[in-house]
């Protein structure tokens, strides 16, 4: 079945450091894939998607490019800050947008 | 921007008690979904609903029920509460007709079981 891995947290970082968070899937077809956000003592936040092969999604930041033949997703940011702490989810989603797979979630601390 | 709201953030039952968590969405979304965040779990989908009286049910629906009377209230009823069923509950949202692959969260319910 379709599911999603990513590393295991927590990261701990110092302010301006690089980002990456690594995060692999396994699915039948075209899934779309995600990152979301959780901030603490909050929901969950749609951070960026790509729906197809080689699409980059990109927001504060943030950047992850969709690579079908490594079926890989991996998050990355140039200089994380203190306001990045968070935990962060990969998810995949079929083509009906019904069912939706999360991986474990990896938490990151960025140290002042 | 859209809402989604849940009844409470922190709820402590016991063992055995008949437990209501309640979710609402303000954006007239058709689909809307209960999940389980656990520590190296991840979320694990409960249930989910594509309309008014419409469910199907996720990994994990063993010891859940759910009622969808109105479109934007969807319930997670869990008939006689056992201890391992202490977690993170979260609701979400999402519409099919637009954007319908961005999924939309409440802050969360942690429910204790004791």
């Known amino acids: 079945g379709d599911s999603v891995t990513q590393m295991e947290g927590p990261v701990t970082l110092s302010e301006e450091a690089f980002l990456t968070i690594n995060c692999t899937y396994t699915?039948?077809?075209?899934?779309?894939l995600f990152w979301y956000v959780q901030y603490p003592g909050e929901g969950l936040q749609l951070l960026l998607k790509?729906?197809?092969?080689?699409d980059k999604g990109s927001n504060k930041g943030f950047e992850a490019t969709y690579r079908k033949e490594t079926t890989s997703f991996h998050l990355e940011k140039g200089s994380v800050q203190v306001s990045d702490s968070a935990v962060y989810f990969c998810a995949l989603s079929g083509w009906n947008f019904n069912k939706f797979y999360f991986g474990s979630g990896t938490k990151l601390n960025v140290k002042p | 921007d859209v809402k989604v709201t849940q009844s409470s953030r922190y709820l402590v039952k016991r063992t055995g008690e008949k437990v209501f968590l309640e979710c609402v969405q303000d954006m007239d979304h058709e689909n809307m979904f209960w999940y389980r965040q656990d520590p190296g779990l991840g979320l694990r989908l409960i249930y989910f609903s594509y309309d008014v009286k419409m469910k199907e049910k996720g990994d994990i629906p063993e010891g859940y029920s759910v009622s969808r009377e109105k479109k934007e209230r969807f319930s997670l009823i869990l008939e006689s509460a056992s201890t391992n069923q202490t977690s993170m509950y979260l609701c979400a949202s999402s519409d099919p007709q637009g954007d319908a692959d961005t999924q939309y969260f409440g802050p969360g319910t942690r429910l204790t079981v004791l």
């Open positions: 699915a039948t077809g075209y899934p779309s």
């Open positions: 790509a729906t197809k092969a080689d």
